[in-house]
């Protein structure tokens, strides 16, 4: 059984739905921590939703798949719209991106994060794990370190902050407080599980092809007998900012 737990919501200022949705699962529910796009057109009102929030750690979700970059002029990643290129554009995790553009675009989603929330993110992730391609680890590792923040790991790849592997196997149709229970039976001291938790909205649904069952993972984190089996256990819940 673990003892600390981060629960994460991804894809904060996604929608209005999510936004929301996110904050009310910390507020009712386990959820510690969320990490925010920066180039969508919720992300100001998710930032400023937060503030109201001050437990709930907040990190940020590179993005360079979804959307359209906050540098202009970036060639080798977007289209001929100027839009990012979908997932489906880098078979296998692979991407030939230029590093430079990479991480000035990056470190942009980074600046703007902390001149709308006044801070440093919690912690750096990404939408579709983008962040951690063989291709694109040295840009993560670089930016982590340059703004001393911790880094969403599956397995180690950079050790200036305690290591936390990241379980994703609370995802698609079955979604249960069983399933749960069972991810935190794992043998790790401490662990952060990805979740995607959200009111369903109409942006939600013309936007993500995971959509509906995000309520039923907030029915799920929001659930009394979830919270319950988490203080009977002593599991500890944190965020990223807590970690060494």
């Known amino acids: 059984m673990i003892k600390r737990m981060i629960l994460n919501s991804d894809d ?78 880098y078979p296998e995790g692979e991407s030939k991106v230029d590093l430079d553009e990479l991480y000035t675009e990056w470190k942009a989603q980074i600046d703007k994060f902390i001149e709308l929330a006044g ?46 592997r990241c379980d994703e196997s609370f995802y698609g ?14 043998d790790d001291e401490v662990l952060e599980i990805m979740s995607h938790p959200a009111y369903v909205d109409q942006r939600l649904l013309d936007i993500s092809g995971y959509n509906l069952p995000r309520a039923k993972e907030m029915e799920i984190i929001r659930s009394e007998k979830l919270k319950k089996f988490i203080q009977d256990n002593k599991i500890e819940l944190i965020t990223y900012a807590d970690l060494e």
Do not use: W
Not at 125 to 134: A, G, N, R
């Open 173 to 186: 149709d079955d979604l249960t407080t069983d399933a749960f229970k069972s991810i935190i039976q794992s």
């Open 12 to 89: 904060f200022g996604m929608t209005e739905g999510v936004s929301i949705g996110t904050i009310h699962s910390h507020t009712d529910g386990i959820l510690t921590s969320t990490t925010c796009l920066m180039n969508m057109p919720y992300t100001e009102f998710a930032l400023n939703l937060a503030k109201n929030t001050p437990k709930l750690g907040v990190g940020i979700h590179l993005v360079f798949t979804m959307g359209r970059p906050l540098i202009p002029g970036v060639k080798s990643f977007t289209d001929e719209d100027g839009n990012f290129k979908k997932l489906n554009n």
């Open 119 to 164: 801070k440093k993110p919690t912690h750096i992730d990404s939408h579709h794990h983008v962040h951690l391609f063989s291709h694109h680890q040295e840009i993560s590792i670089r930016l982590a370190k340059e703004y001393d923040i911790p880094m969403r790991q599956k397995q180690p790849i950079t050790n200036h902050y305690e290591f936390v």
